[in-house]
């Protein structure tokens, strides 16, 4: 049998109903087509999950998966993704994680676990160097994520990496996300999915090595892009200094760093919640495995009402949805809120979300604080921390906030219009009223409001050469398209996004060439189809879920309400003409459903 | 025959009187048991050097070398030495220096270059993969070492790799060091041997990989490592932001920052001049090969007198040198004394140190306005660079300057007991009489004043368990011998000691046996041996060149005069129990020669 390299080969094949767990070998065809990680998840899901299952059903499926780099001494490759069918969309999920985890589960020996079914009662799935097997996990339900990861480790061993879910997923709210070391697989409810499996954790510990095709290659491959890593100044600089917070005064400057839940472009407190302001909390550095950019703080809270508060974090995202979306200008309350998120394992910016669709309702009176039991105007820090609270423990009016601004903009009165959306998810930190790229971005993105399929943001703000208007529509339809083949790509091979702003696409392919051996990996437009042919795989599968082009659209205060002030007054989102051009570029129907004549060059 | 793992096997000879240049083999026993780097040069020199010859005649010989791990993926495995006959002390040389050239030395097939004679004019030694020649460089003499960087890159394209000297090493300053893209083979003269050969420099490109002896062994180590240094709180996170300055306000509170020619252990101004002032003036991080620390800062002065200027640091030994130590308060003035060094060719250090010795004679009435041409007080900053460029053109009163303290003290009337060195190397940041570890470390340095063949000061003031107290002599003896063995064997490697910071002896011995196969080299004790052998080695070439022990002792200052204030008063240094139980641990007789038991035992 011809030996894997920068695959394991072996996949772990998890029946919690029938309790069967299998080893079963990993497909050359498939890897060499779909990669890893959301390329395989894309594969599994399309042909494997029942068309309209219930997505918190014992039909849908869990898939985690590792890429070929994850684990390699590929610089930031730690990464690993999950991928299902979303509680918040009804739509594909992908979620990606850094950490430790992703390459335990290579050095165990699998490249993926695919989990299927539910539990009769709780259990954790434990795999240890090839060996596995699920244990009852009753006395952890309804334990918060960072005890069951104590716990865990006391009991197996503090080398066992973990990955679980808290309360929330427990309970079913759409936006829980897992929990894996205070990183997250965070957006589009795949903590749901596997509360609604019954399925509390699974821990992981491996001692093997990953076998390189050509290790002289890749070494020097290695070395090449440590340097460039090393000696960029985002990666090598502000990255470092301000974590992901890097961006916010930027943002901000340029009027495209939502308030009051996306009611203002510009916050007026932005010199008190900016990355100055949050390094002062930084107590020290943390790095993913094989991470040479240690973009993740440890930010602690040692005054005040929250003190004793921590987290790894807070990230550029949190800051924005519990910080200038709320119109909150206390970091520590927003430390507070993060470190909540962790403990009951919900995503940052959905719930950050939810908060400021309340705030708002409030505002426009389509609730009073006698609905909610407390006040809820904008800028109250402890209205914040109470209402993640409830949403965390899924009590009282939080049971329906836990299902996610979509549905509430459904349920109370007058509100849709401003319910921050696309496709059920919620929306990250940049108005799409500055920036044409980001409104095609997340209208297009498979996973609905989200800003990691592409980023435009980055070739319209922060390119040094060849910058693109942030109002003009020229060319972001390509840039759109080939960000998301690229970025599907980056998350198929199991290196982090991050590395890319310093690790060209051409320094990318030696890497997947020499670790695996598989020769089309070696070509930049082979790897570029790869990425493509994801998204478009994905793309059947949402269209198979009930995807319409009409559902490819943002939420109407984009349409309808311009920005009063700062650097983009008075624009709207034209996306018409944006799509049209994107579904072209893509080689899409004018009802954007992949033509055959792409399938065909696609080879899907 | 066998191939090479970690090594190339290849030493460059060069004549330079005759001009033959020739390729020959290492030796295969002389790997195994002196490494590289050091433990290369400590054998060449022992067994080639003409005892007693002038170090500025062509009878002294120059070695670059590298060590195994040089140019590896093993992080932070950028550095090379030199190693020769120093004219500052008239001992034993090697100096340590990071950056990209000595990787690309081995890229070009080569673990080191012996460089010998004298040319008849200046020349340059061009080296490209396995093809070597001596070029003409009398365009070049003269020209300062960042110019003479930028025609060489002109001319034989911007990926060679550069080592070069200034003004000060052709003229024979006795601390003129060899500079290599703004790094430099610092202390002790270097540049002046490089200089009484006429070569101007040596420029390398290497296109070839290093083999490694067991790749998969090899890149599970490099991801540990990789993951300690990035995790760690020095390597991963302060010596990041704020370089080699991270401990600047420590040792000032400690009261172990010399101030006025060492006649202070703590800086009225330090607020003014510590780490978090110089943070302000840096624009962005550097990072030697394959390096994740990144502990390189590059500085700019934006406004002022000294606009414009800039440097790769500066570092907290310039800091002091022509901070503290010169009272002087400006930081731009640092960066422009320090940018002034890299231009002529300088050590730091030393030249810092010829500058406070010199402000504390015109302070005593030694010397007067009229012998300077201008005024040399304390704190004032434009006296410290007049004095830079004069010592660096080697012009006027500059031409005695440039000889160092120990001969100044000597032709300079009653100056002597403040002269501030050992052996004749100029001393560095921190006052022994606040450290017995370091008093211990300045006495028995083997190059002279050095804090780097020993940093008892780690132990004794950021251990975070079983800190040494700063004022007892206890275990100092053993701390200082183990030390110096262990800074020397990772001298050897080609790794940097900051990374020993985060990684341990434990986990460099996997990097050396994966890298090279030497089975050796696998074992803790092993390799410490060996750091040992070298330093013994060391030892005894010093002893030929006329080492005794009244030599391993310190300026008169730390014996008479006690510190006034700070946290460490009235005490000064008592050395001769330190000395007494120092050589016991060394297996060396109450002479501090080494007896025939050790030299047996450690198979010199």
Redesign the interface.
């Known amino acids: 049998m011809k030996t894997w390299h920068g695959y394991t080969g072996k996949i772990l094949d998890v029946d919690l109903t029938s309790a069967t767990l299998s080893e079963t070998e990993l497909d050359r065809t498939v890897a060499k087509n779909y990669m890893g990680g959301k390329g395989f998840g894309a594969r599994i899901l399309y042909d494997q999950l029942a068309p309209h299952c219930d997505p918190l059903s014992p039909e849908n499926i869990l898939v985690f998966a590792t890429g070929p780099l994850t684990?390699?001494?590929a610089p930031s490759s730690g990464r690993f993704e999950v991928c299902t069918k979303s509680p918040a969309t009804g739509l594909w999920l992908d979620a990606n994680c850094g950490g430790f985890f992703g390459?335990e589960l290579k050095f165990a020996g699998y490249d993926m676990v695919i989990v299927r079914g539910k539990a009769a009662s709780p259990v954790m799935l434990v795999i240890e160097d090839n060996r596995f097997e699920l244990k009852p996990a009753g006395d952890l339900w309804g334990i918060d994520t960072i005890t069951t990861h104590r716990q865990i480790k006391d009991t197996l061993g503090k080398e066992f990496r973990v990955a679980c879910i808290g309360e929330a997923g427990e309970k079913g709210v759409v936006f829980a996300g897992i929990i894996s070391e205070y990183r997250a697989l965070g957006r589009g409810g795949a903590g749901a999915v596997m509360g609604s499996k019954n399925l509390k954790a699974i821990a992981v510990r491996g001692t093997r090595?990953i076998?390189?095709h050509a290790?002289?290659?890749f070494?020097?491959t290695?070395?090449e892009a440590?340097?460039e890593l090393?000696?960029n100044?985002d990666t090598?600089?502000g990255r470092?200094?301000y974590g992901t917070n890097l961006i916010l005064s930027l943002m901000d400057e340029t009027g495209i760093h939502p308030v009051r839940n996306f009611q203002k472009g510009k916050f007026a407190g932005a010199s008190q919640v900016n990355e100055d302001a949050i390094e002062k909390y930084y107590v020290?550095?943390?790095?993913c495995?094989?991470?040479?950019i240690?973009c993740s703080k440890i930010a602690e809270v040692k005054e005040g009402k929250y003190k004793g508060s921590f987290t790894e974090g807070p990230e550029y995202e949190n800051v924005w949805a519990f910080g200038a979306n709320c119109e909150n200008v206390d970091i520590a309350a927003i430390i507070q809120a993060e470190y909540l998120c962790d403990y009951y394992g919900l995503d940052g910016i959905s719930t950050g979300n939810v908060i400021g669709f309340l705030m708002e309702c409030v505002e426009k009176g389509a609730l009073s604080e006698t609905d909610m039991g407390f006040p809820m105007n904008f800028g109250n820090d402890e209205s914040i921390i109470q209402a993640v609270h409830l949403i965390g423990q899924c009590k009282g009016p939080g049971k329906l906030w836990g299902q996610g601004v979509k549905k509430m903009g459904e349920r109370i009165k007058e509100t849709r219009h401003f319910a921050m959306h696309v496709k059920g998810l919620e929306l990250p930190a940049y108005d799409p009223r500055g920036s044409t790229g980001m409104a095609l971005a997340y209208a297009t993105s498979d996973r609905g409001g989200c800003h990691l399929r592409s980023w435009p943001i980055g070739d319209e703000l922060l390119a040094t050469e060849d910058r693109m208007d942030l109002s003009s529509i020229e060319f972001k339809a390509e840039l759109v398209k080939t960000q998301q083949d690229l970025f599907c790509m980056v998350n198929c091979s199991g290196m982090c996004l991050f590395a890319t702003f310093a690790v060209s696409l051409k320094q990318i392919t030696p890497f997947l060439h020499s670790a695996t051996g598989i020769e089309a990996f070696g070509s930049s437009d082979e790897v570029m189809k790869i990425g493509e042919r994801v998204n478009n795989l994905v793309r059947l599968f949402n269209i198979r879920e009930g995807l319409t082009k009409d559902l490819d659209t943002l939420p109407k205060r984009f349409f309808s309400e311009p920005l009063k002030e700062g650097p983009c007054p008075d624009r709207v989102v034209e996306l018409d003409q944006l799509k049209a051009e994107y579904y072209l570029v893509r080689g899409w129907d004018s009802d954007g459903i992949p033509t055959d004549e792409r399938m065909q060059k696609l080879a899907i």
């Open positions: 684990g390699t001494l390459p090595s076998a390189i290790p002289d290659h070494m020097t290695c070395r440590f340097n090393a000696n100044p090598g600089g470092q200094k020290r550095n943390k790095a495995f094989g991470c040479p240690y």
